[in-house]
């Protein structure tokens, strides 16, 4: 992997997206394919499948497997994504919020709507995202990002399926734009990628992504690590992913000072 420069870090505040090309080498991408193998061969408890019945593909994704699938934590706390994370955000230390494997069989029609992650966790302040394929991924097949949309506001998340305001209440967030209808007004960024390259964004980076018509498949390991400022926020509704019991633990507002929570850089 090249080094990081102080313009990439730049670019990265500005647009709240940056492609690392290389973030992990050969024998960490086989690790991470061996380890989404591993995922997809025995399902998690919070394990969905994201796409209609009657879609000739599958999107299937998965969450928080780092403690029983070894390899995932020896990426997301021991690999260069720790540190790159760290680096894009400026801060002193990042700790690990959550792994997402997310794949897409080839042919599947399902698009990845548009949204924002933030408002799905239970967390407050920045936090940032690896989005690490180990297959190669054409550029008509990648994650999409709108640039400059991590400075805010929060957008209404919706169920993905059938598009139901689960987490905040209807006209209490304003609604994503309809980028599809015309995607020329908007600063998209997506990328043809190799296996091991990533993608690092802001949890509040509004991203879709499309279906994925190809022969191949695509596999992703994505690593999500938090800042040091971020904060417990309990919400009154389930968040994605659930953290079961954590409000008896954390309090509103406390650090996410907890085993759930390792400490990822310094290592």
Same mark, same amino acid.
């Given at each position: 992997?090249?080094?990081?420069?102080?313009? !990439? =870090?730049?670019?990265?505040?500005?647009?709240?997206?940056? @492609?690392?090309?290389?973030?992990?080498?050969?024998?960490?991408?086989?690790?991470?394919?061996?380890?989404?193998?591993?995922?997809?061969?025995?399902?998690?408890?919070?394990?969905? +499948?994201?796409?209609?019945?009657?879609?000739?593909?599958?999107?299937?994704?998965?969450?928080?497997?780092? *403690?029983?699938?070894?390899?995932?934590?020896?990426?997301?706390?021991?690999?260069?994504?720790?540190?790159?994370?760290?680096? #894009?955000?400026?801060?002193?230390?990042?700790?690990?919020?959550?792994?997402? =494997? #997310?794949?897409?069989?080839?042919?599947?029609? %399902?698009?990845?709507?548009?949204? %924002? !992650?933030?408002?799905?966790?239970? +967390?407050?302040?920045?936090?940032?995202?690896?989005?690490?394929?180990? !297959?190669? +991924?054409?550029?008509?097949? @990648?994650?999409?990002?709108?640039?400059?949309?991590?400075?805010?506001?929060?957008?209404?998340?919706?169920? $993905?399926?059938?598009?139901?305001?689960?987490?905040?209440?209807?006209?209490?967030?304003?609604?994503?734009?309809?980028?599809?209808?015309?995607?020329?007004?908007?600063?998209?960024?997506?990328?043809?990628?190799?296996?091991?390259?990533?993608?690092? $964004?802001?949890?509040?980076?509004?991203?879709?992504?499309?279906? $994925?018509?190809?022969? *191949?498949?695509?596999?992703? /390991?994505?690593?999500?690590? /938090?800042?040091?400022?971020?904060?417990?926020?309990?919400?009154?509704? &389930? &968040?994605?992913?659930?953290? !079961?019991?954590?409000?008896?633990?954390?309090?509103? *507002?406390?650090?996410?000072?907890?085993?759930? $929570?390792?400490?990822?850089?310094?290592?």
């Amino acid at each position: 992997m090249n080094e990081l420069t102080a313009q !990439d =870090v730049e670019d990265y505040q500005r647009d709240g997206v940056i @492609c690392v090309r290389g973030l992990l080498d050969p024998a960490d991408v086989e690790r991470a394919r061996e380890a989404i193998d591993t995922v997809l061969d025995v399902p998690g408890p919070l394990a969905q +499948v994201a796409s209609g019945h009657d879609d000739p593909g599958a999107f299937i994704e998965d969450f928080r497997r780092w *403690g029983d699938v070894p390899a995932i934590e020896e990426l997301a706390r021991h690999s260069r994504a720790a540190e790159v994370a760290a680096t #894009l955000m400026a801060t002193p230390s990042v700790r690990f919020y959550h792994d997402h =494997v #997310l794949v897409k069989e080839g042919q599947t029609k %399902q698009r990845t709507p548009w949204h %924002q !992650d933030q408002p799905y966790y239970n +967390v407050d302040g920045r936090g940032i995202s690896a989005w690490i394929p180990v !297959d190669p +991924v054409p550029e008509a097949g @990648c994650l999409e990002m709108v640039a400059g949309t991590h400075l805010g506001p929060w957008l209404m998340p919706r169920t $993905f399926l059938d598009g139901e305001a689960k987490w905040f209440p209807e006209g209490s967030l304003g609604e994503l734009p309809d980028i599809e209808a015309d995607r020329s007004a908007y600063d998209i960024r997506r990328f043809e990628m190799q296996p091991g390259d990533a993608i690092f $964004f802001d949890f509040l980076t509004v991203h879709g992504a499309p279906g $994925f018509p190809f022969s *191949g498949r695509r596999r992703v /390991l994505s690593l999500r690590y /938090l800042s040091e400022e971020a904060r417990h926020a309990p919400r009154r509704w &389930t &968040t994605s992913p659930e953290f !079961d019991g954590l409000v008896d633990q954390l309090d509103d *507002g406390a650090p996410m000072d907890h085993p759930l $929570f390792p400490v990822a850089w310094p290592a």
